[in-house]
T-cell receptor, first 111, second 112 residues
Framework: NAGVTQTPKFRILKIGQSMTLQCTQD?????MYWYRQDPGMGLKLIYY???????DKGEVPNGYNVSRSTTEDFPLRLELAAPSQTSVYFC??????????FGSGTRLTVV | AQSVTQPDIHITVSEGASLELRCNYS??????LFWYVQSPGQGLQLLLK??????LVQGIKGFEAEFKRSQSSFNLRKPSVHWSDAAEYFC??????????FGKGTSLLVTP
């Protein structure tokens, strides 16, 4: 997963707390994505960005916010954590025609 | 509705046996098609992809997939499964726009 860095790798949050999942790429690509993965459900798109300053909602955006002030960074913000947001979160970049690179993921538990 | 379907949630095969994982899509045009593999606790690794041309696509780790337009399918195959192939397999498409749309995955168990 070289080129896409996600932090933290693990996190436990209490209900109502907030946090930011970080995603950084060093390959200067415009397209970046946030997915969540739940058992038996595959990966669902939360938000995506086609360049600095441009973001859009995916399939499951509720409870999340994003920003893209630079090409390199695409943080995902949880404002009021809920148990339903317990999941594994993956950041990805589009690094060519039909080419995608995924980060190693952040495992989040909300208790 | 546009979707990607992996009909088999779990599949068990014996080591050395052949494998076929099914994937069907429902989109108006032929999307870009992908297969990814995820080992437990790991990220996603691309096995192969299809954009156009030859409908039989070769990938890494001895996997191949065949695109069948008439059946809207993109099934993944391997002639002889190894114990290290045990993992979760995801079919994905890019129907249009920019983002991968994933199926729910098939969990592969390999028995001795």
């Amino acid at each position: 997963n070289a080129g896409v860095t996600q932090t933290p790798k693990f996190r436990i949050l209490k209900i109502g707390q907030s946090m930011t999942l970080q995603c950084t790429q060093d390959m200067n690509h415009n397209y970046m994505y946030w997915y969540r993965q739940d058992p038996g459900m595959g990966l669902k798109l939360i938000y995506y960005s086609v360049g600095a300053g441009i973001t859009d909602k995916g399939e499951v955006p509720n409870g999340y916010n994003v920003s893209r002030s630079t090409t390199e960074d695409f943080p995902l913000r949880l404002e009021l954590a809920a148990p339903s947001q317990t999941s594994v979160y993956f950041c990805a970049i589009r690094d060519g025609p039909g080419g995608y690179t995924f980060g190693s993921g952040t495992r989040l538990t909300v208790v | 509705a546009q979707s990607v379907t992996q009909p088999d949630i779990h599949i068990t095969v014996s080591e050395g046996a052949s494998l076929e994982l099914r994937c069907n899509y429902s989109y108006g045009a032929t999307p870009y098609l992908f297969w990814y593999v995820q080992s437990p606790g790991q990220g996603l690794q691309l096995l192969l992809k299809y954009f156009s041309g030859d409908t039989l696509v070769q990938g890494i780790k001895g996997f191949e997939a065949e695109f069948k337009r008439s059946q809207s399918s993109f099934n993944l195959r391997k002639p002889s499964v190894h114990w290290s192939d045990a993992a979760e397999y995801f079919c994905a498409v890019i129907p249009s726009g920019y983002a991968l749309n994933f199926g729910k995955g098939t969990s592969l168990l390999v028995t001795p």
